[in-house]
């Protein structure tokens, strides 16, 4: 580290130089990136997927779009075969191919089914496969065609409500809620409030600049990557937002030590060499924690994942690169000039966190229990987790969306008929397999379509429609059984539809995941363990991280699944489930992010033993000179994933509020009480690493005397 600053500092028109071309560049290419970035979703090998990827193929609809679905319930006396309303519909539903051409439609009037009409007769509807848009929630591409077509259309003075998940996760409409740009935005001034609290000078101003370098050139290098591989549209999300609390977290951990250097006497040029050996160490081996986190996705079966895991991993590496290259730079030259007013001083460590700190020594067991007993109990949801997608009443729609998803419910028809499971059928009789899976518990109707739309190339398509909302436990053993029974036919019969790819990749995914939480366990204690030069700490850092990404997730189960806080915050009903890639996804980032409190802290509780050779002294001033640090750290992340789930999708609220909390959680209850209490506890044994490990992590071994006493004695 000592030799690249020096050159850093002898070379610094070079650096700014080149930082300053790669970050125009990634501006001036911003525009571009999305058309370069890969909206699929693949499952290779998995029935679900390649059954729909079948059906787009001969049909170019349907499949992993869920169908629309207008619902029309008549007024009190009138039903569906009242004289003349019979024919109104069929008109209605015959006329919608002309009115949007491309789509597929089933309704009562082509396949004669009478689970289309409500037990009252008052009420139906009709199933509208289209092609759509790909990526969360894709507007299908025909909606503004059959929006009009049913505007106008009413029988007996009763309209037509359009629904549909799509429908009720967008609420009928095109838009799309904040862009990423604009969720940037409102990160980056909340960033710069907690800055300007944190340094009370313009000295607020270099760490938003470090991560207005490093977004964008992260940018750049995606964009390049895009073009020889697939990278996933959702990484442009992360790397705003995460990038965003990244590359401030590192500047604020090197600025604030630069200070504390200034104030002890050095001059901004030692200051700097000082800092770099210091907090700037710490910033490269906590970037590669998260980098590890993100790159573990690899090991996953599902190409967007891993995409996001090597594409993603880039977001701490060019955050850490900008702070250990072109920060010093900033630091050696301008930083002092714009350090004023300087109200606040890096003379003595934060008197509130070293207050706190000698009461965590104090009470120290009563610390770990608190803490141990606040993990356990937010731990208790995650073991009801359910893994997949949220329920059609919980997607957040308004208007006639939610009406017409009332309706279905309240006659008895169901959610189900928005997730029904799409049946691909060949060389062998469709009727005949409709009735097979009409018998199969859980499936409330089966159909086989005769009309041209549902017939190409030799393949014709059925319907199976679930009893229940096609997450739910119920349809998913339905789908089950309807495997079962269509492996057994003649010909081919294979089941697709959203609600069977995403049981797929739920099956495919979490079979991996053991593999995944393995390498990152192992990968991050080597690490850790070469930096703190110890075993006990490493190990214990990666407990606690697992332990804290668990009480995320059971928050995110307590509010979004369960349903305690979804509806009263975000007038959200109980989603039943956690959509599936949300957990692995939060896992990788927040064990990553959560890491880089850990080696903050610690790596400076180790330095301070390293000189003092008293665990408590180095508990007290290693909380005392970081925990301001790492509770404003944690707020800027807090704000640039507050700003991500003011948008309207259901899903991304749960991701971005579920690493919100997690980034709280981490900071406080895992942080602020166990960490210290922990380290006060384990006493000497903190810092032993014997000769043998050190030898394999080509580092100094650490055997600490006796004559500190085991705190656990005291």
Known sequence: MEMLTRWVLRHKIIVVGVWLILAVAGVITLPSLSGHLSKDFRIPGSEGYDTNQLILKHYTNGGLVPPTVPVITLPAGVTVHSPGVEAQLASIFNGIPGAAPGVRVASFANTGDSHFISADGRTTY????????????????QAPKLKAYFANKQIDGAHFNLTGQVELATGGSSGSGPGVLLETLVGGV???????????????????????????????????????????????????????????????????????????????????ELTMRTAGRAV?????TVAIGLLAMVVLPVPFLRSVGYAGMLIPLVSVAVAITLLPVFLATIAAKVDWPRIRKEDNASRAWTAWARLIVRYRWIAAFAGI??????????????????????????????????????????????????????????????????????????????????QRDGYTLAEAIPSQDGSSNSAQDALSRLR???????????IGG??????????????????????????????????????????????????????????????WQDGHGSHALWGVAPTGAITAFIPLMAFAFLFGLSMDYEVFILARMREEWDESGSTEQAVVTGVGRTGRLVTSAALILFLAFGSLASGPEVTIKIFATGLAAGILLDATVVRALLVPSLVVLFGKWNWWLPAGAAKILRVEPSLPTSSEPDSTER
């Open 126 to 141: 009709a199933l509208i496969f289209t092609n759509a848009l790909p990526g969360f929630g894709g507007q299908s591409l």
């Open 190 to 272: 909340g960033a710069l409030v907690i800055l300007a609290f944190v340094f009370a000078s313009f000295l607020a101003l270099i760490p938003l600049l470090m991560a207005l370098v490093a977004i964008p050139v992260t940018f750049l290098i995606i964009g390049g990557l895009a073009r020889v591989t697939d990278v996933s549209f959702i990484v442009q999300f992360l790397v705003s937002l995460i990038g965003l609390g990244v590359a401030i977290d590192y500047a604020l951990l090197i600025v604030s030590r630069w200070r504390e250097e200034r104030a002890k006497g050095a001059d901004p040029h030692t200051a700097v």
């Open 284 to 288: 490269v081996f906590s970037g590669t």
């Open 373 to 454: 007993a606040i993990l356990v109990v937010l731990l208790i949801p995650a073991t009801h987790v359910k893994v997949g997608n949220p329920t059609a009443n919980s997607l957040g729609g308004s208007g006639a969306p939610l009406a017409g998803l009332t309706a279905l419910e309240q006659s008895g028809l169901g959610p189900g008929v928005l997730s029904p499971f799409e049946v691909l059928i060949k060389n062998t009789d469709p009727g005949t397999v409709a009735t097979q899976l009409n018998s199969v518990t859980g499936i409330q109707s089966s159909f086989a379509p005769t009309s041209q739309e549902w």
């Open 484 to 494: 079962t029974i269509t492996h057994t036919l003649p010909g081919t019969v294979r």
């Open 498 to 559: 959203g609600a069977a790819q995403n049981a797929d990749f739920i099956s495919s995914v979490y079979g991996s995941f053991p593999l995944m939480l393995s390498l990152i366990a192992i990968l991050t204690f080597l690490v850790l363990a070469r930096v703190f030069r110890s075993l006990l700490l490493p190990l214990k850092a990666v407990i606690l991280n697992v332990l804290s990404v668990g009480g995320a997730l059971g928050l995110m189960v307590w509010v």
